[in-house]
C-alpha cells in the first residue's frame, strides 16, 4: 500500500498522516491535490518541451543561414505573437534602449508568471505603409510564442506566407538593409503583401562579453504580380 501511495506521487509525511488517520476521504483530498499539481506539471513541461525545440531549431537554423546581405525567398509558416506597444521609434534609437524596452516586456510577462523561456527570439514589426515608404517608424514589439502560451487570449498570429528575407548580423545596419530588401522587391516585381518583421535568430554573446553576437532576418510577405 505504502508503494502504490508513493507510485502515485504522495510524499511519506502524507502517506503516514493517511495510514494515522485510516481516513478514506483524507486520502482522496490528497489525491485530488496531487493530480492537480501533475496537471501543471504537465503543462510546464510541454511549455520546457516547445522551448527546447526552438532552441535547436534557431541553432540548426543559424548554422545554415545565409551570410550577411544575402536576400532569399522563403516560405515561413504561421506564427503565434505576443506583442506590446511602445512610445518611442526603435529607429530613432541604438540598441541599449532596444534593450530597455524588451526588458519591459519580458517584467510585463513576469507579473503574469511567464515562464522565462519565451524571452528569447524577439523582434520587432514596421507597418506596411511605412515599410514601402522607407519610412522607419516602429512602435511594435514582439515575442515568438505557442499554443501552450498562457495568454493565449493575447497573442496574434502571424500568417504563412512566401517571404522576401534579407539577412544581417549589426543592429545598426537594419534600415540600410531594409532598403535594400524593398529595391529587390521592386526589381523582382514582388508585391509587398504585409508587414515588415526584424526577427532576432540568435544571439550567442555569451561566448564572448565583450561583443554583441547577433543574426537578424528581415522579411516581408509577397505575392507575386501576373
Do not use: W
Not at 43 to 59: F, N, P
Not at 134 to 148: A, L, P, Y
Amino acid at each position: 500500500m505504502i508503494q502504490y501511495m508513493k507510485e502515485l506521487g504522495m510524499e511519506l509525511k502524507e502517506i503516514r498522516e493517511v495510514l494515522d488517520s485510516e481516513d478514506l476521504r483524507q486520502i482522496e483530498s490528497i489525491l485530488i491535490r496531487k493530480r492537480e499539481q501533475t496537471v501543471r506539471n504537465i503543462g510546464h513541461l510541454k511549455i520546457q518541451r516547445d522551448a527546447i525545440d526552438r532552441a535547436i531549431e534557431s541553432i540548426e537554423r543559424y548554422h545554415k543561414s545565409p551570410s550577411c546581405g544575402t536576400i532569399t525567398l522563403e516560405y515561413i509558416p504561421a506564427r503565434r505573437i505576443y506583442s506590446m506597444q511602445t512610445s518611442i521609434n526603435f529607429y530613432d534609437h541604438d540598441i541599449d534602449t532596444y534593450e530597455v524596452i524588451l526588458k519591459q516586456l519580458k517584467t510585463s510577462l513576469l507579473d503574469h508568471d511567464i515562464p522565462p523561456v519565451y524571452y528569447c527570439n524577439a523582434g520587432t514589426i514596421l507597418d506596411r505603409e511605412n515599410f514601402l515608404q522607407e519610412k522607419f517608424d516602429s512602435h511594435k514589439i514582439f515575442v515568438f510564442v505557442d499554443d501552450h502560451f498562457p495568454l493565449i487570449q493575447n497573442t496574434e498570429i502571424i500568417e504563412n506566407n512566401m517571404y522576401a528575407c534579407i539577412y544581417l548580423d549589426d543592429f545598426d545596419a537594419e534600415q540600410a538593409y531594409g532598403r535594400k530588401l524593398l529595391e529587390h522587391c521592386r526589381e523582382q516585381h514582388y508585391a509587398v503583401a504585409g508587414d515588415c518583421i526584424c526577427e532576432l535568430l540568435t544571439e550567442f554573446n555569451v561566448f564572448d562579453c565583450q561583443k554583441r553576437s547577433m543574426f537578424l532576418r528581415l522579411q516581408v510577405p509577397i505575392y507575386f504580380q501576373k
